[in-house]
Structure formats: structure tokens, C-alpha cells
């Protein structure tokens, strides 16, 4: 089975905080992603990562930065925290030569910025 | 750009009704479709999916129909259960390197 995993399941913050959130998957997966959710706005996709040390931004990225130091991890870090960021976080993974695109997803992590 | 729609929810029913839950979707080229589920407290899973038109995704009894000529994925069930409980995303894939685009989700609650 594949696992992802998130570094936390609930986290609460201060405003002005750095945050890290950590994901990591152990199928040799290329392609990882993070997505916030919000009720009534489904899964918004913040960046994603095909490779090591590559990033793309997604819909969302403002006031987030990603990094892949390692195929296996892919971090999201909150510069400076604010109560706007307040969400539950997703991260998933998915193979590039999968040609049906299925990402497998972390449990996620509820983060509360104060 | 691509972009899912869903019906609002939350959508309760008794056990045993039959389910749909609606998707349209708006996109350029032929996407692939996508229906996953969230338990409570978990995160996302594949639930089923379809590549091509009139292509049928299926599993554990849900069934969906990809319709090219209404742009549409709807998700049925014949009879649910209190074990459907769960948040329903519909998305695409964009073609555009393995990203994907939800739906803003579907709330179902199953009443015994």
C-alpha cells in the first residue's frame, strides 16, 4: 500500500510564526503536491514538485514556499503565519508514468493560526 | 480555465435511498474524471474514475458515467449505507502534467 504520511494532525500557531509542514511518501512516487482545503471551496492546490529540488506554483501560492530536498519529501513552510492560513492542509503523491493521474493523500494536518 | 462544479450539500438520506450527487465540468481538452471520497478524519481516496467518453467508473456499488455530450459525472449509488458517510470530490485531470482540479466537494450523511 502506499503511505503518505503528514508530520502533524493538528497544529496551532502563533500569527508571524514559521510554520513547517513535512509529507513524505514511501512508493518512489515523482510527482508530490499540497493542496489546502476549505469548506465550500473543495481542494485548492498550493505547489507541487515533479522532481527533486523542482517546484511549480499552484493556484494559491501566496505567502507559502515548498521544498523537495529529497524525492521522498516535500515540505510546505509558512514564511510568517496568518490567521487567513488557518485550513486543513493535504499533501499527495502520485507516479508520472501512472496514466490514469491517481494521487494517493495524506490523512492531513489541521493547522489553527492564532 | 478547467473548472468542476458539484452540488451543494450536505445531502442526508436514509439507508438504503439511492444517491446522486451531480458534476459538471468545463475543460478545453479530454480530460480524465475522477471521483474520491473522504472518511472522517482521513484524507482523500480514489473512489472511481473514467478516461474517456461514456466510459463507466465503478466501485463498491458507486457507479459513474463519463459524459462528453453534457459534460457531466454524476455519482450514483443504488442503495447506501451509514458507511457512506463521507465528503465526495469530483475533479479532472487537466492533462497538464498530473495536477488536478476539484470539485469544492459534496457532504453526505447516511441516517440508519
Known amino acids: 500500500d502506499v503511505k503518505v504520511t503528514q508530520s502533524s494532525r493538528y497544529l496551532v500557531k502563533r500569527t508571524g510564526e514559521k510554520v513547517f509542514l513535512e509529507c513524505v511518501q514511501d512508493?518512489?512516487?515523482?510527482?508530490m503536491f499540497w493542496y489546502r482545503q476549505d469548506p465550500g471551496l473543495g481542494l485548492r492546490l498550493i505547489y507541487f514538485?515533479?522532481?527533486?529540488?523542482?517546484?511549480e506554483k499552484g493556484d494559491i501560492p501566496e505567502g507559502y514556499s515548498v521544498s523537495r530536498e529529497k524525492k521522498e519529501r516535500f515540505s510546505l513552510i509558512l514564511e510568517s503565519a496568518s490567521t487567513n492560513q488557518t485550513s486543513m492542509y493535504l499533501c499527495?503523491?502520485?507516479?508520472?508514468?501512472?496514466?490514469?493521474?491517481?494521487?494517493?493523500f495524506g490523512p492531513g494536518t489541521r493547522l489553527t493560526v492564532l | 480555465g478547467d473548472s468542476v462544479t458539484q452540488m451543494e450539500g450536505p445531502v442526508t438520506l436514509s439507508e438504503e435511498a439511492f444517491l446522486t450527487i451531480n458534476c459538471t465540468y468545463t475543460a478545453t481538452g479530454y480530460p480524465s474524471l475522477f471521483w474520491y471520497v473522504q472518511y472522517p478524519g482521513e484524507g482523500l481516496q480514489l473512489l472511481l474514475k473514467?478516461?474517456?467518453?461514456?466510459d463507466k467508473g465503478s466501485n463498491k456499488g458507486f457507479e459513474a458515467t463519463y459524459r462528453k455530450e453534457t459534460t457531466s459525472f454524476h455519482l450514483e449509488k443504488g442503495s447506501v449505507q451509514v458507511s457512506d458517510s463521507a465528503v465526495y470530490f469530483c475533479?479532472?485531470?487537466?492533462?497538464?502534467?498530473?495536477?488536478?482540479?476539484f470539485g469544492q466537494g459534496t457532504e453526505l450523511s447516511v441516517k440508519p
Open positions: 475533479a479532472l485531470d487537466d492533462n497538464q502534467g498530473g495536477k488536478l482540479i
Open positions: 499527495a503523491s502520485s507516479l508520472i508514468a501512472d496514466s490514469y493521474n491517481e494521487q494517493f
Open positions: 514538485s515533479y522532481d527533486v529540488k523542482m517546484k
Open positions: 473514467a478516461t474517456k467518453a461514456d
Open positions: 512508493m518512489d512516487h515523482e510527482n
